[in-house]
Structure formats: structure tokens, C-alpha cells
């Protein structure tokens, strides 16, 4: 089993330039999420969507936006990249509901120049 | 407001010391679940346990051990006799419901570990 896949794995972008990181998972989670990771501040959520049709923010969501395809999939796109978005991207997924281990992907590292 | 303190940003041992990394959350709800994950420098995140709020009683795999103490709100992970491919940064986390957050997972900002040989 794949588990949750995350494409591309490496971007560079210039400032104000978009693009769409894509996430797949095959384990029939309900629920997915998007975090961001930044030297010494940990993981941040962005966005998470907890079923099929739903999607709310986290804690640092502007400047992005997601969009939960089906339940296999969830993307996260940013229109007009900025320098501050320079991080390393996680999706993850799990089972609904609290108490569940997320799985992630294997991160996608970005930079905006 | 839900958060998680690793108040350690990074810690150096030689190999076959013990270490404890510590980990201490804030939470006003009574059911809530305790993670850990480890980050190898290849830079995966990787599962290593999870905790309920109600299940006090501590876990031992093989090196690694936790100590849950409700009391002091702290969930401490030691790994004995360490070695060199423990080195990674290690994360804490938090997840409950409050708010309707549906287990979303609140990470502390992580320990750095260098096993040095």
C-alpha cells in the first residue's frame, strides 16, 4: 500500500506565481489534512477536511486554499505564492474522529523566492 | 486553550545513555489522546504511540517507555541504552474535540536529538 502520496516532492516558485500540491490517500480515511512544518515551530495546521464535502481552517490558513476532490483526495493551492509560504508541506489522513494517529505523506519542500 | 510545551529544543548524548524528552500540554477537556512522532533526518514522520486521557498506565517498547502523569499534565518519552539511529527530532502532540477540531492534532515544536557515537 501506497498510504498518502504527495506530489511534487520538491517546488520552487517566484513570488506571486501558483501552484497546487496535490495529496492521495488509499487507506479509506474520512479525514485529511494539511500542515505545514517551519524550523523550530513544529507542525501548524492549515487546513483539514474531516469527511468527503467538507473543509475548515486551522490555525495559519490564509494565503491558501484547499480543495477535498473526493475522499481519496485532498490539494491545497496557493494563488499567488509569497516568501513567508517558504516551508515544508504534510498531508496527512486518518479515521474520523479524535484519539486517531495521523498518517503523513513524505512532505513537499517549497520555496518561494 | 489546547497546547503542547517541549521545553527541550535539543539534547546531545552519547550513545547508550538514557534520555527523556519531556512533553507537557494544556487542555480543559477530560478526554483527550497523547502522540508522539519521530522524525528522522531523512524527514517522514513517523508514529510511535498513541495515549488516552483515561489510560494512565505506562507503555514500554522494547527501548522506548512513556510516562503519563495526569497530574502534572506531562508525557514524557525516555529511550534507554540510545543509539545512534535514534537521532531525530521528536514530536509531541495533542488531539480532542474541543471545538469541534474532530482530531485534528496540535504538535508541540519538537526535540532535536543527537546520538553521537
Known amino acids: 500500500n501506497a498510504g498518502v502520496t504527495q506530489t511534487p516532492k520538491f517546488q520552487v516558485l517566484k513570488t506571486g506565481q501558483s501552484m497546487t500540491l496535490q495529496c492521495a490517500q488509499d487507506?479509506?480515511?474520512?479525514?485529511m489534512y494539511w500542515y505545514r512544518q517551519d524550523p523550530g515551530m513544529g507542525l501548524r495546521l492549515i487546513y483539514y477536511?474531516?469527511?468527503?464535502?467538507?473543509?475548515d481552517k486551522g490555525e495559519v490558513p490564509n494565503g491558501y486554499n484547499v480543495s477535498r476532490l473526493n475522499k481519496r483526495e485532498f490539494s491545497l493551492r496557493l494563488e499567488s505564492a509569497a516568501p513567508s509560504q517558504t516551508s515544508v508541506y504534510f498531508c496527512?489522513?486518518?479515521?474520523?474522529?479524535?484519539?486517531?494517529?495521523?498518517?503523513f505523506g513524505s512532505g513537499t519542500q517549497l520555496s518561494v523566492l | 486553550a489546547q497546547k503542547v510545551t517541549q521545553a527541550q529544543t535539543e539534547i546531545s548524548v552519547v550513545e547508550k545513555e538514557d534520555v527523556t524528552l519531556d512533553c507537557v500540554y494544556e487542555?480543559?477537556?477530560?478526554?483527550?489522546?497523547l502522540f508522539w512522532y519521530k522524525q528522522p533526518p531523512s524527514g517522514e514522520l513517523v508514529f510511535l504511540i498513541r495515549?488516552?486521557?483515561?489510560?494512565?498506565q505506562n507503555e514500554i517498547s522494547g527501548r522506548y517507555s512513556w510516562n503519563f502523569q495526569k497530574s502534572t499534565s506531562s508525557f514524557n518519552f525516555t529511550i534507554t541504552a540510545s543509539q545512534v539511529v535514534d537521532s531525530a527530532v521528536y514530536f509531541c502532540?495533542?488531539?480532542?474535540?474541543?471545538?469541534?477540531?474532530?482530531?485534528?492534532?496540535?504538535f508541540g515544536k519538537g526535540t532535536k536529538l543527537s546520538v553521537k557515537p
Open positions: 495515549r488516552n486521557s483515561f489510560d494512565e
Open positions: 487507506m479509506n480515511h474520512n479525514s
Open positions: 502532540a495533542l488531539s480532542t474535540d474541543y471545538g469541534g477540531s474532530q482530531g485534528n492534532l496540535i
Open positions: 477536511s474531516a469527511s468527503e464535502g467538507t473543509t
Open positions: 496527512a489522513s486518518s479515521k474520523t474522529g479524535s484519539g486517531w494517529e495521523l498518517f
Open positions: 487542555t480543559r477537556d477530560t478526554t483527550y489522546y
